[in-house]
């Protein structure tokens, strides 16, 4: 799982092992470590139907409905949006990178637009 933050956004994206363990577990979670401090950023699924999300405990929890969780594992649906509390929230699968790149990318998803790239490249 990777977080970005800019601003007043915070985007999720999820591997395929994120998404399934989401699914399963209904809940993950990762972190940064600061020394003695750390700031936890994880997902967890809710009965509701949006977005929506919190701060406690030094940790960012985005709550997503385990509706949306499914649609991500059994479609090709790339991710969910919305705005909680005047934040703008994305979830969305991590596509592997078509430019080079050293960092492990075997547990992302296929790119949509592989094929069309790699044509042009060509």
Same mark, same amino acid.
């Given at each position: 799982?990777? $977080?970005?933050?800019?601003?007043?956004?915070?985007?999720?994206?999820? *591997? @395929?092992?994120?998404?399934?363990?989401? &699914? =399963?577990?209904?809940?993950?979670?990762?972190?940064? /470590?600061?020394?003695? #401090? *750390?700031?936890?950023?994880?997902?967890?699924? #809710? *009965?509701?139907?949006? $977005?929506? !999300? #919190?701060? =406690?405990?030094? *940790?960012?929890?985005?709550?997503?409905?385990?509706?949306?969780?499914?649609?991500?594992?059994?479609?090709?649906?790339?991710?969910?949006?919305?705005?909680?509390?005047?934040?703008?929230?994305?979830? =969305?699968?991590?596509?592997?990178?078509?430019?080079?790149? &050293? =960092?492990?990318? !075997?547990?992302?998803?296929? /790119?949509?637009? &592989?094929? @069309?790239?790699?044509?042009?490249?060509?």
């Amino acid at each position: 799982m990777k $977080l970005r933050i800019k601003n007043n956004s915070i985007r999720y994206r999820l *591997t @395929k092992s994120d998404v399934s363990q989401l &699914a =399963e577990k209904g809940f993950i979670q990762d972190g940064v /470590h600061f020394g003695a #401090t *750390t700031l936890a950023y994880s997902v967890k699924t #809710t *009965t509701g139907d949006r $977005l929506t !999300s #919190t701060f =406690e405990n030094n *940790t960012i929890t985005l709550l997503i409905p385990a509706d949306f969780v499914n649609e991500l594992q059994d479609t090709d649906r790339v991710g969910f949006e919305g705005t909680d509390k005047g934040i703008f929230l994305l979830v =969305e699968k991590d596509f592997i990178c078509m430019d080079k790149t &050293a =960092e492990d990318q !075997s547990d992302n998803y296929p /790119h949509p637009l &592989a094929d @069309k790239y790699y044509e042009q490249k060509q």
